[in-house]
C-alpha cells in the first residue's frame, strides 16, 4: 500500500490525516483495553492512499469519511454493546477537529475469517492502513482477496445504495427551495453514481479491483459507461462544491438516472433469472429479491422494522430491503412529482438497510 492517504494532496493534508490517526488510536485506545484490543485499521479511500483532495483557497482539505475498524478479540454482538456508544461518542468528538467525518467499525479477526465474502470486505483486507497492529490479524481471510467470489447480490447492494443517492437528489431537485448546499448535494451522489456503475459491472463480471485508479483501466464496457466511469473517479480523487445551477444539475441526473436504471435492471435480470418490463415491472414483481437471506432472520427482522409507508408491498417473511427496492425503483424511475413524504420515510428505512 501507499505510504500516502492521497495520490496528490499536499504535506499539509497528508501531515494532518496522520494527526487525526493519531488522535484516534489514543482515543480507542483509552476505550478499549490493551488486552482485548486487537488491532486498528484505516479503511476506505484514506487507507489505500487514494482519498479525496479538496482544493480550496486555504490550501488542500479532506472530503471523504475516515472509517476506522476496531479489532477487538471476543463477540462483536457483546464489543457493540460495550464499546460501540463511548466509539460513536469519540468519533462526534474528533469529527469537527478532523474536518470530515470519522466513524467505527466494531469487528474481530475471527468473526473476519468467518465472514462471507463482500465487496466490503474484499476493500478492506486488499487496502488498509495499521493505526495497531499488521496483516497477521488477516490471516484466514484470503477467501476475501478474491474479487471473483464477490456474489451478485453485492452488486445489487452497490447499485441500491447508490441509486438511492440519486433517489435523495432527485427529492432536493424538486424542492420550492434549492440551496448551495443542495445542489453540492446533488451533484455529489451523480458522481458516486457515475463510479458505481462500472464498478457494477466491473464485480458482475469478476473483475473488480480495490484501486479506482485499476478499475478505471480494467472498464472495457460501452463508452458511456466509460466516460461516466472516468467522471466519478476525477470526483473521488479531487471532488469539489458544485456550482451548476437546478437547471443543469436536473438534465444531468436524468441523464445518469436513466443509464442507472438501464445497468440496475440488466443485472438485476441477471441475478434473479426473471426478465423484467421496465422499473414498473421490477417494483410489482412478486420474484423474492433477496432469496441469499433465510427466512427466519427476515422474519426477526420484520418485527424489529418499523411500519412505514412506500406505496408498495412489504412482504413478511423476506427481508425489508426487498421493499426498498421495490420503492426505489418505483420511485427513481417514475416521471411523476415526487411524494417527499414517502421519500422521508424511505430514508428512515434506508438507513438501517444500506
Known amino acids: ?8 494532496g499536499s504535506p499539509a493534508l497528508e501531515q494532518h490525516l496522520a494527526e487525526v490517526c493519531r488522535w484516534v488510536r489514543e482515543g480507542i485506545q483509552s476505550i478499549v483495553p490493551g488486552r482485548t484490543l486487537e488491532g486498528i485499521a484505516l479503511a476506505g479511500g484514506y ?13 488542500d482539505q479532506p472530503y471523504n469519511d475516515l472509517e476506522f475498524f476496531v479489532f477487538i478479540r471476543g463477540s462483536t454482538l457483546l464489543n457493540d454493546r460495550r464499546y460501540k456508544a463511548a466509539l460513536h461518542e469519540l468519533g462526534e468528538r474528533l469529527t469537527p477537529a478532523a474536518g470530515i467525518e470519522v466513524e467505527f467499525k466494531i469487528i474481530s479477526s475471527a468473526a473476519l475469517r468467518r465472514a462471507p465474502t463482500s465487496m466490503f ?11 495497531v497492529g499488521d496483516d497477521s490479524l488477516l490471516a484466514g481471510a484470503d477467501h476475501h482477496r478474491d474479487a471473483s467470489r464477490i456474489p451478485l447480490h453485492e452488486v445489487t447492494r452497490l447499485l441500491f445504495n447508490r441509486c438511492s443517492g440519486l433517489l435523495f ?3 432536493r431537485l424538486q424542492r420550492t427551495e434549492f440551496t448551495p448546499d443542495d445542489a453540492d448535494f446533488v451533484a455529489r451522489n451523480i458522481a458516486k453514481a457515475q463510479l458505481a456503475l462500472g464498478d457494477a459491472l466491473l464485480a458482475s463480471e469478476g473483475r473488480y479491483h480495490w484501486s479506482c485508479i485499476e478499475r478505471r483501466q480494467r472498464l472495457g464496457a460501452a463508452e458511456v459507461i466509460r466516460q461516466h466511469h472516468a467522471t466519478g473517479v476525477e470526483f473521488k480523487l479531487h471532488p469539489y462544491r458544485s456550482r451548476m445551477t437546478r437547471d443543469e444539475l436536473v438534465r444531468i441526473h436524468g441523464d445518469i438516472s436513466r443509464l442507472a436504471g438501464d445497468v440496475f435492471l440488466e443485472l438485476e435480470s441477471q441475478r434473479l433469472g426473471q426478465r423484467f418490463d421496465g422499473a ?23 418485527l ?8 408498495v408491498p412489504q412482504p413478511g417473511i423476506r427481508h425489508p430491503r426487498e421493499a426498498l427496492l421495490n420503492a426505489l425503483a ?19 428505512l434506508w438507513h438501517r438497510y444500506n
Open 47 to 59: 487507507g489505500r492512499g487514494e482519498g479525496g483532495v479538496l482544493r480550496t483557497d486555504a490550501g
Open 330 to 348: 418505483a420511485m427513481l424511475w417514475n416521471r411523476a412529482p415526487v411524494n417527499h413524504e414517502r421519500i422521508r420515510a424511505y430514508e428512515a
Open 304 to 311: 424489529r422494522t418499523p411500519r412505514v409507508a412506500l406505496g
Open 121 to 131: 470486505y474484499y476493500d478492506l483486507v486488499m487496502g488498509h492502513r495499521w493505526l
Open 169 to 171: 437528489a432527485k427529492e
Open 1 to 8: 500500500m501507499s505510504p500516502r492517504f492521497t495520490r496528490d
Open 280 to 302: 414498473a415491472d421490477y417494483a410489482a414483481h412478486k420474484v423474492n429479491k433477496c432469496p441469499e437471506q433465510p427466512a427466519w432472520k427476515n422474519l426477526l427482522r420484520q
